[in-house]
């Protein structure tokens, strides 16, 4: 039973975490058929990691109050109604609604998952093995996205991508119905103006800076962005059981793992989005040899996290961490040598190092992050890291696509590169503000149970 448990956990895990790498292979192809601009692409990206990332600590919040089975469920049945939804647009103002539904499944499952295999194994022995399989299914679902995609869009186009999912959603909704034991829920206040204003803050910051890219900067809209924060910050500070207690940010070890992991999401999700744009629309690469040509930045994160994490564990998350981001930031300056017409050979060494960076920094950040949480909110800073890496690849697809423009236009070259500046200055200024942390923090071994239960989403 317990084993059933697993694998039907993992493997919806596996196809919702899919979503996060196959679309992007489909963007010029949407294009193609929904005669969509560059701002509406960066929307149907957005759309799922915004909902993902502004709901993800509510929908483990929900999960304590109404069980993590019933939540789970709740999450399984809308990613698969959005996916349906996604396969069957009539145009792409419908396909981002459904993809920010598809998100919002997405937060309310992802951390049940974890859960319901938290509590299915309580051995800590057993438990460490059970969220190692889920972290490794989750590390395979990356570089299965983009291969998968490319394979099913070139034989049946790119509704495929989302309309493969309803069966399998069906089949493991199904399976959880029959192998999950329901839950004892915890009555946990909801933080709905938190959730709210952290949430808008979120989307308004998108739509500005995608706004930006296509008619330039309204400060209005950066205006009404910065007072929800503003609301944010206040709403959390004065809650009794605030969704984000924010002195946890107070915490060097968890703010710099939280910067982290937000400064390499914004990197590396914002270039895959115009290295994927470049494969197609100017190499004029297929999908599905376009979905391949993406294996080099997607296999290292998942074969290397493992091992690297195990280094983290060994020598301290600081030198892991500070590795990572110069290789990412060396990885970002080869792709200054990318020109419109530079064959395949020469960008493939750049997306081998952006791969091998963020296979090291992927474990460290989460392994600095989780150094020293106060007893009791080990599962409360994991979410927090997990919400900083959605948001800043969202905020990366914005900022990015906004500064190259459409491919084959004249400035996306030129944008490529500044974008692949911004992402190398911002590794290293993470890089200096991690090896100040080093100065004045300890460094506590962590266990291979805590090793093995890096999530990589």
Known sequence: MKRNILIVMCAGLFVVLLD????????PSIAADGHAGLSDLQWVVDGYQIALAGLLLTGGTLGDRFGHRRVVLAGFALFGVASAGCALAPGVGALVTARAVQGVGAALLLP???AVITRTFPGERERARAIGVWAAVGSAALPAGPLLGGVLIQAFGWPSIFAVNVPIILIIFVAVLRVAPADEPERRPIDLPGTVTG????LVLTYAVIQAGRDGPDWRLFGVAAALLAAFVVIESRREAPMLPLGLLRRPSIAVGTIGSATMNFGINGMMLLITLYLQGVLRLSPMTAGAALLPLFVPLALLSAPFGRLAGRYGPRPVMVAGLVVLAVGMGLLLLVRPATP???LLPALAVIGLGAALLTPSVVALAMSDPPPGREGLVSAI???ARQAGGAIGVAVF???AGAPGGPRFIGGLHGAAVVAGVAYLGVTALTLTLGLTTRHRPTTPSSERSQTRT
């Open 385 to 387: 890291n997990n919400t």
């Open 20 to 27: 996060v790498t196959i679309v992007n292979v489909a963007l």
């Open 401 to 403: 696509g906004a500064m």
């Open 112 to 114: 049940g998952t974890l």
């Open 199 to 202: 949430a808008g803050t979120l």
């Open 344 to 346: 395949y050979l020469v």
